[in-house]
């Protein structure tokens, strides 16, 4: 056995095997738990103006905890903006919170991108942990009274067929 043969064995046996990717469910939406309030909250926008959830209600929501180090977040960002431009006349407001960045890593983030949806600055991860957020991207459909309805976590085409026939009943509801 020449040299490099063994080599090439030696290295062989020590990696571990390598497994295939798991395939991940499609993602659906989970109810929001029955008798669960929807936490309150108030966050500074990244243009350093605070928005509250109650200072939103009338409008029906998405909140999309996210981070730019998560690859399908970056992913699903293009059709979370052109969902909220679609039904702006339906009042829907995407709001995009970021998970514990600093404010630089942020900045970049949307001037490279161009990100055009309202981001907000959950520094201290308070705002996940309240929602029960997990694993990114999480988004929660809150109504026009200020429930949250459902959540759906991981990376979706928010224009597509299934995420349309969930969000319909959430557009078309009215405040109470």
Known sequence: MN???????????????????????????????????????????????????A?????????????????PCRAEMPSLELLESRHSSAGLKVLAINFRETDGTVKRFVEQTGLSLTVLRDRDGGVARDYGVKIYPTTIAVDRAGRARFTVTGEIDWLGADATRWLRPLLESRAK
């Open 3 to 53: 040299r490099r043969h063994a080599l090439t064995t030696l290295a062989a046996l020590a990696l571990p095997a390598v497994a295939p990717r798991p395939v991940l469910a499609k993602p659906t939406p989970r109810p929001w738990p029955q008798g669960r309030a929807t936490p309150a909250f108030e966050l500074d926008a990244l243009s350093g103006s605070p928005v509250s959830l």
């Open 55 to 71: 200072s939103l209600r009338g409008r029906p929501l998405l909140l999309n905890f996210w981070a730019s180090w998560c690859e």
